[in-house]
């Protein structure tokens, strides 16, 4: 049985890392924060951003959102972090 506290101790890395039960358990959310009928609380949440290629919307837009809810970002660039040299995502990201 699927339980949404479960997705607290989740790492989203890519979308095979949760179920498909999962994931219209957050689009659901995602529907009912949009509509105001849940808060966030996001004020000591930080996402980190990492992008193999440059893409300035998508990054912008994460930022944008990320803040309009009260969290930060950081952007770790691959050319200036371990990435570079070979550290797999995974372990940068924790």
Not at 24 to 33: H, Q
Not at 46 to 57: D, H, M, P, V, W
């Amino acid at each position: 049985m699927f339980s949404p506290l479960k997705l607290e101790s989740k790492n989203f890395l890519s979308n095979t890392d949760i179920t498909a039960e999962e994931t219209l358990y957050i689009l659901e959310l995602a529907s009912k924060y949009k509509k105001g009928e849940v808060d966030f609380h996001t004020g000591n949440k930080i996402l980190g951003l990492i992008f193999e290629k440059a893409s300035t919307r998508t990054r912008v837009s994460f930022q944008v959102a990320m803040s309009r809810i009260g969290g930060t970002t950081i952007d770790l660039n691959p050319q200036t972090s371990q990435i570079e040299r070979g550290e797999p995502i995974k372990d940068t990201s924790r």
